[in-house]
Structure formats: structure tokens, C-alpha cells
């Protein structure tokens, strides 16, 4: 199973999505802005990354700049997990190294396990609007 | 001689009350001969544009005052509405940039007449007016809904993600009635959140940000996707939903997967939605030299001849939907034409009241990014 690194400032989703990955048997750990997910980087090397785009102190896309994941954790994959569909953000993550993007309000928790096992998977970096709910 | 000296003095009144209209116009106003040189201009206009009188009177008016479209081009001389409006001897009102003395941009909306005399023109008046403050409430207007909608999503997910994990049985075994009630929950959640995609989509549409990220997509497994995802909608009302493609092995093109997947969703639920029990709905995907047609057809309701040209305008429901369908919002086909433009792609339908309705779409095979996606990063 996948070493998994949460990074949601909602609590009530972040424990969510930390429940629904650990039933799928993933080491998790969590992280409520981009600058906390930095430091738990220097501790944790994750297979994946689950990241919101939206958060306080740093988010998604400064802390993609700042980690430069692509150079310094070439095995770390980045899930995008936002409710900003179709927006410049996305295009700018996908830039900065991101693998997919899935729309946090179209999700359900069983797909959501799906999408991390097939972006785990996936060789390419394509996209899904929205997992089917 | 006493009817003379009777018109003059009408033609003297008649010239005093147009310059005085001229004069105390608020908006920018100035005429110009045949050629286009500046022949009179109002305080308005000089004080807009920063140029006084003697600077403007003779001159070339395309020339001393040069114009921009909103994404910053320079506007040419035949595309100039003073221009347009000497070739095609018709009013013309357009919107862009012109450049005040000073450099800056000013965003004006602008209305052109010729000044014909037995059929010949004689001249142009021009009339502008400042859309500064217009474009500024459009931007908060836009970034307003934006933000709403955003926040509205956050509280919706987790509504939505943790019914789905009562439902799941994250947190134990449920009985049936338990899990109709959830389903009930999570049926009014989706369809809140159609809404808010909808508005986000459009408003982002309205404010030139969407964005277009083009990636080597396979059409075939979209729409596989999108019909997978409509079986439910479309077999509650016993309707048989089918796809086919032409060529058979897929269809490989380089656009953006997730708005062509939106524009496939909004056209085939439109479908299933306007189409009476037992009907027919059907995709199908055919690969051309030049691009990609996509038809999605349904025996349905059809529009009126009389709604078809309204039918990608904003808000606009046909009146035989209306009585029939009322959860409609009329954003569907306005949100699927503004997406097709985005990918540079054609739209266009034919239909037959009560026999049913045809959509067309055209996607180019590479469309490219969207230019304000590459300021960002």
C-alpha cells in the first residue's frame, strides 16, 4: 500500500479523506497548508500527494513552486483536489508538475480511492473532470 | 427676400441648437469629413482623450487617436468603426481601447453615423463613452460569484462526503430506509452542485478566464465516460442511450478533456431531460480531415422554429419546455456554446417540433492553450 500525504485545510475533510485512505490500508499523514506539507516532506517521502489548491498561509500552487517535486521527489505523484473546475489554477498546477486534478464536490469516497490507486498506476498524466459520484 | 432672410435665420437657429447639443454633450462626440479629419470635437471628447481643441481640428482623426482591442492589439485601419461605417454606410457601435494623449488606455464604447447627402458621403459624427467604470463592475460582479460559489462548494463537500460515507458503511451497516434517505440527500447535493459548477463556469467564461489546458485526449472514452454516467438518468426514463464512433479504433485529438467532457454532459442530459418517455438518444463521433463532429441526437419535444435563434442565449427556456421540464435554469446551452468558442470548435442544431433535435458540434484536432493561463505561471 501507498505512503499518502494529505494537504486540505478543511479539518472535517482532511479527516475524512484520511479515513477513507487508511480503510484502503495507505499510510497517511496530514498537513492543513502548504507550508506544514513542506515540513512533514523533510520526515515522510509520500507516493502521493493529495493537495487542495485553496488554503491559508501557503497554497497549493505556491507550495508546488517551493517543493519543486518534480526535480527533489521525482517518485512523488500529485493528485489536485480542488472545487476550482476549469480554472487557470489547474492549468498553472498541471505546469508545476501535477499529475491529475479531481473536483472535491463531484467525489465520492469510493471513488476517491479509485482515482489515488489509478493516478498511483497511471504512467501518463491525464485528467478526470469529475469522478462519477 | 423676406423668405430668404426667413430661412437663413431657421438655418442659423437650427446650427446654434446642434452645437449647443454638441457642446454639452457628456459624452465624447466629434465629426469628421469624408476623409476622416477631425472637423469638430466636443469639451467631452477633448477632455477624455487629453488633446485640446487646436490639436484634434484637421487632424486625421484614425491616426491622432489610435485604438486597441481589449486583448491589447492595435486596431487597423479598415477595422476602425469610423472606417466601417464610411464602407458600409451604416451606423456602427463597437467597443475597444483608445489611446489618450498621455498613453493610457481608455476604454470607450463607441457609436459612428455617415453623414450622407444625396448618397454620397459627406462625413462621419462619432459619439464615445468611458466604460471604465462598467468593466470594473463586471470584474467584481465576476470575482464576486466566483468566490461565492467557491465558498459555497467547500461545506457542500463535505456534505457530500461524509453522506457517501454513511452510505458506504464507513460507519457501520444501514437499512434500506436509512439509505433512501441518504440517496434522497445526496440527489439534492449533485444537483446544488450543478449550479454552482454552472455559475463558476460561466462567469469564467464571461470574464475571458477559462482556462484551456490541451492534452493528447481520446474522444471515444469521454463520451464512454459521460454515457456511463447518464445509464441511470437515461433508464429511469426508459430511454435508450447509445454511442458509436467512426473510426472505430477511437478518435485521438489534442484538446482539453475536461471541458469537452462538460460540453458532452450538458449536450446528451439535455437530451435524455427534453426527450418523452421510451425515446431515443444518441451519440455519435466521427473523426475528419479537418476536425472532429461530435452530433448528439434525441427523439425529443424539438424547439419551436420561432425559439431557435434565441436558444443559446443566456437564461432563454422554449415555451413547450417550460410546461413541460421546470428545474431548468436556461445556462446549459449558453455555458456548452461559450466552451465550444473556448476550444475553437462550432456549434449549430437542427429540430423539428414534437419529432425531436440534432446538436452538431466541431472540435479542431489541436486546439491551443488559453494565452491568459501563461501569464499566470
Known sequence: MARILVVEDDHDLNKAYSIILRHEGHEVVEAFDGKEALKKLKNFEPDLILLDLLMPIMGGLEFLQESQLPKKHKGTKVLIFTNMENSPEVAAAYKLGAHRCIIKSWTAPHNLARVVADTLHAKDSAGSLKAPA | MATTKKSDAILRQQQSEVEAMFTSLGEGALSTDEFGRITRVNPAAQYMLGFNESELIG??????VRALTFDEVPVNLIDRPITKAFLTGKP???KMYYLRKDGQKLPVSINVSPIILDNKPLGAVEVFRDITLEQEVDRMKSEFISLASHQLRTPLSA???YTHMLFDGYMGDLNDAQKNSLNTIIGAANRMNELISTLLNIT???SGTIAVTPKVTRLDTIAEEVVKELTLMAT?????LSLSSRPKTGIKLTTDPLIVKEILTNLVSNGIKYTPEKGEVSIKLRSRQ?????EVYDSGWGIPKYSQDQIFSKFFRAHNIVKRETTGTGLG????????DALGGRIWFTSEEGKGTSFFVTLPHK???SARVKKLV
Open chain 2, 290 to 294: 479537418d476536425n472532429v463532429v461530435v
Open chain 2, 333 to 340: 446551452l449558453y455555458l456548452v456554446k461559450g466552451l465550444v
Open chain 2, 367 to 369: 486546439v491551443k492553450s
Open chain 2, 59 to 64: 487632424a486625421w482623426f484614425p491616426k491622432k
Open chain 2, 92 to 94: 456602427i457601435t463597437e
Open chain 2, 236 to 240: 429511469g426514463k426508459s430511454i435508450k
Open chain 2, 159 to 161: 456534505i457530500k462526503t
Open chain 2, 204 to 206: 469564467r467564461m464571461e
